[in-house]
């Protein structure tokens, strides 16, 4: 199993698709990696050599930021928004959708889905 910026990646895939499990990695810049560490984006993880590895743990390092420093710098922009008080920071503060989308309806993700008590019936009115 292959092991690069302390992520397992997956055996039976194919190390364009498996390099997208590294956050900071998507399918994009997963081809521009194997491009310029010189491997196939067919090959299987499993059947990577050593010497593959190696030159895409070179790549990735010296190229990207990904994993804990890229999850640090987007927390900590975050928290600047957050601690100046401007719109998007605020949005953040109550967890609710930052870039002008409706909350009427829709935005479930961000604000959480409805809450609801089963089987509670009205009070009769008298």
């Known amino acids: 199993m292959a092991r690069i910026e302390g992520v397992d990646l997956p055996r039976n895939k194919r190390i364009e698709i498996a390099l997208t499990y590294i ?4 399918i994009t810049t997963a081809k521009k990696v194997l491009e310029k560490a010189e491997v196939d984006p067919n090959t ?5 050599s050593d010497a593959n590895i190696t030159s895409l743990r070179a790549a990735i390092s ?5 994993e804990g420093d890229l999850r640090r710098i987007e927390g900590l922009a ?14 953040h503060r ?4 930052l870039r002008g989308q409706r909350t009427r309806t829709n935005a479930r993700t961000r604000r959480g ?14």
């Open 113 to 126: 889905g409805k809450r609801t008590v089963a089987g509670k019936k009205k009070a009769p009115r008298k």
């Open 94 to 97: 109550l967890g609710l959708p």
């Open 44 to 48: 299987r993880v499993r059947d990577l």
């Open 23 to 26: 956050y900071g990695i998507g």
């Open 62 to 66: 010296e190229n990207l930021q990904v």
């Open 78 to 91: 975050i928290k600047r928004l957050v601690d100046i008080g401007c719109y998007r920071g605020r949005r």
